[in-house]
């Protein structure tokens, strides 16, 4: 693997932004192109089809059998023309098909932040030390009353996904500056990286109600 | 919208795999056999009998078509509206992004309006641009509660680093119910 080490000084202040913004929640973004697209061959197909039966093509063409012997003539011309196109189609879609399960099914990635890595050697903090310190060191915060932390992405472009349950009268400017000065500049000193990118995700703590009217 | 997509991807890409295994498999065999009467999993001769038949200005083709444009519709629907309704806010520095959901912020804001006495209840729908609070009050409601509900919720939003602060539109009801 050519990964670079995390050296993310030498990161643009936009590809960082871009990182944070894309740790927030997992992406969906392939499931929905692919759901868009399967969608829109589906919709077009039926919509041809139904105008061809109520004859807007004409009526001589609507009357014709659904397997016209004029395309049964066309394949038998080149037999093993047609054979081959139907099995590449097929396989092609048994391709598709499964790669897309695969992808949709699988686990999100859980990276292990590098911090140096050499020919023969590598320092390597693992995610659940990561997440741990963080989300111990974010329920200290004062007005958090429960937090979760763990890390996204790419094995060469780590992030941080941060939840933090407040409490009912958290300030949550303050507690988002805590968190950078206290929880992130910390993990980034002992951990020895400059900029590491977070995804904070404010919620309210739901264990006590509270009551309706005061 | 975002779940009814992650149990969707799944099934079709396994849909999508099975026909085009089907596919594959059935031509391959005929291939192989020319002279087979049969399919190898799928009786694909007898459908071919029917099809043979059947024109396309018979009904059931014209009902089996919208069908199938109904279900592409709703694939595109799901596929399109599957974004997380999330609002987002302002971190202390640019490599912290943070979020927050809807149902939040329209918690935070029911809170505050009904923390405040002349108010009997309320209900608070939010998003990214626009919370709307629906005030019951006490006794006939006048202007100035509602200007009171909405300098409260203004005042909320002011609290909050909120990157776009949305609009907001109080109404205000008599409360119909026992006190």
């Given at each position: 693997m050519t990964a670079t080490p995390t050296t993310p000084t030498t990161q643009a202040p936009r590809a960082l932004r871009r990182q944070a913004r894309a740790a927030v929640a997992r992406s969906t973004v392939g499931d929905r192109w692919l759901a868009v697209l399967v969608g829109l061959v589906l919709l077009v197909g039926g919509v041809l089809v139904a105008l061809l039966s109520y004859g807007v093509f004409g009526t001589g063409r609507a009357a014709r059998p659904l397997l016209d012997p004029m395309i049964v003539d066309a394949l038998r011309a080149a037999p093993d023309l047609a054979r081959g196109i139907a099995v590449a189609v097929g396989v092609l879609l048994v391709a598709v098909g499964l790669a897309w399960a695969a992808r949709a099914v699988r686990p999100e990635r859980r990276p292990d932040l590098v911090l140096e890595r050499t020919a023969d050697t590598a320092i390597v903090v693992s995610s659940t030390a990561t997440a741990e310190a963080v989300q111990g060191q974010a329920a200290t915060i004062p007005g958090v009353v429960r937090a979760r932390a763990r890390t996204v992405g790419a094995d060469d472009a780590p992030a941080v996904r941060v939840t933090l349950w407040l409490a009912d009268d958290a300030d949550a400017r303050q507690v988002l500056a805590q968190l950078d000065e206290r929880v992130l500049a910390v993990a980034r000193e002992s951990l020895g990286i400059g900029v590491l990118p977070v995804a904070v995700r404010l919620e309210l703590d739901t264990a006590a109600p509270h009551p309706r009217v005061a | 919208m975002r779940v009814l997509l992650r149990l969707l991807a799944p099934l079709l890409g396994i849909a999508m795999a099975a026909l085009g295994a089907l596919v594959a498999l059935e031509v391959i065999a005929t291939w192989a056999?020319?002279?087979?009467?049969?399919?190898?999993?799928?009786p694909w001769p007898d459908w071919r009998a029917t099809v043979d038949t059947?024109?396309?200005?018979?009904?059931p083709v014209a009902a089996v078509a919208i069908g199938v444009a109904a279900g592409g519709l709703l694939l595109v629907l799901v596929g399109l509206l599957a974004r997380r309704p999330e609002i987002p806010l302002d971190g202390p520095v640019p490599e912290i992004t943070v979020t927050t959901s809807p149902r939040v912020l329209a918690r935070l804001v029911g809170r505050r309006v009904r923390?405040?006495?002349?108010?009997a209840g309320a209900t608070v729908t939010a998003s990214r641009r626009h919370v709307a609070v629906k005030a019951q009050a006490w006794?006939?409601?006048g202007p100035d509660l509602r200007d009171a509900v909405r300098a409260r919720v203004e005042e909320l939003l002011d609290e909050l680093p909120l990157h776009r602060r949305p609009r907001v539109t109080v109404t205000v009801h008599e409360w119909r119910g026992p006190r």
């Open positions: - | 056999q020319p002279g087979r009467g049969r399919g190898l999993i799928v059947v024109t396309w200005d018979q009904p923390a405040a006495d002349d108010v006794d006939a409601p």
